[in-house]
């Protein structure tokens, strides 16, 4: 297995080599929620001609965030009878396990996160790329009143948790003990950018799976990458 001693947690390192999981279960998993993704697109294009992200037509997106769910569930939990500690549904552990100090290190990553974003819309606005400018989503998208609560809710609360226990908890950690650190981090996010199924933000969205990927490394925890992608999203949606 690589050895890379400056992201290496001796911990999560004889977590993950417990795992009932494997890189061929998380093959499983991403193809599970591909399919159904590819299914998802088609019926929601038939029944409708807009992209309205209201509560309504947030339905999908929350359909597939339990798909995600479901794939941990069918291809790693239920097939070994883990539990979700596995998943690294646990706080810190070590020199980590201190309130401050996680806060401190999910701050710090979402800091980092955001800052390789704004370098990237600058670059890539320089340069006059228009095909991998970010797009703006217009306020009404998200609605108004309870209907921009509940979508609040989806895509700060819900969407970041699934995605964190599929590709953090599920698909990283069965890399990592396949195939390696660096190389585990590499596909997870890689998967990670490519699920958000918009080439103009493939960079950025690879860059923060990496760094969510490595604060789950650093503390053997979700909760410290939860805590910065959930914040992140609730920028970008409070930006709205």
């Given at each position: 297995?690589?050895?890379?001693?400056?992201?290496?947690?001796?911990?999560?390192?004889?977590?993950?080599?417990?795992?009932?999981?494997?890189?061929?279960d998380a093959l499983y998993g991403v193809a599970c929620v591909a399919i159904g993704a590819a299914l998802l697109l088609a019926i929601t294009a038939t029944v409708r001609s807009d992209s309205n992200l209201s509560p309504t037509?947030?339905?999908?997106?929350?359909?597939?965030?339990?798909?995600?769910?479901?794939?941990?569930?069918?291809?790693?939990?239920?097939?070994?009878?883990?539990?979700?500690?596995?998943?690294?549904?646990?706080?810190?552990?070590?020199?980590?396990?201190?309130?401050?100090?996680?806060?401190?290190?999910?701050?710090?990553?979402?800091?980092?996160?955001l800052l390789i974003h704004a370098i990237y819309v600058l670059t890539v606005t320089y340069l006059g790329v228009e095909y991998l400018?970010?797009?703006?989503?217009?306020?009404?998208?998200?609605?108004?009143?309870?209907?921009?609560?509940?979508?609040?809710?989806?895509?700060?609360?819900?969407?970041?948790?699934?995605?964190?226990?599929?590709?953090?908890?599920?698909?990283?950690?069965?890399?990592?003990?396949?195939?390696?650190?660096?190389?585990?981090?590499?596909?997870?996010?890689?998967?990670?950018?490519?699920?958000?199924?918009?080439?103009?933000?493939?960079?950025?969205?690879?860059?923060?799976?990496?760094?969510?990927?490595?604060?789950?490394?650093?503390?053997?925890?979700?909760?410290?990458?939860?805590?910065?992608?959930?914040?992140?999203?609730?920028?970008?949606?409070?930006?709205?």
């Open positions: 297995m690589t050895e890379t001693p400056n992201i290496r947690n001796e911990e999560l390192q004889e977590q993950n080599d417990c795992l009932p999981w494997n890189a061929v037509n947030l339905a999908p997106l929350s359909i597939l965030h339990l798909m995600m769910l479901f794939s941990v569930w069918a291809f790693g939990l239920r097939k070994s009878g883990a539990n979700l500690g596995s998943l690294g549904l646990l706080m810190p552990k070590g020199k980590w396990k201190s309130f401050t100090k996680w806060i401190s290190l999910s701050i710090a990553g979402l800091v980092s996160s400018t970010p797009p703006e989503i217009p306020a009404e998208l998200l609605g108004n009143g309870l209907d921009r609560l509940i979508s609040a809710g989806v895509l700060v609360i819900i969407g970041p948790f699934a995605e964190e226990l599929f590709f953090r908890g599920f698909i990283l950690a069965a890399m990592i003990k396949s195939v390696g650190i660096i190389p585990g981090i590499t596909v997870a996010s890689l998967v990670f950018a490519i699920s958000h199924g918009e080439v103009a933000i493939i960079v950025p969205v690879f860059a923060s799976g990496v760094i969510l990927s490595l604060l789950y490394i650093k503390t053997g925890s979700l909760w410290p990458p939860l805590a910065a992608h959930s914040t992140q999203n609730y920028l970008a949606f409070a930006l709205i």
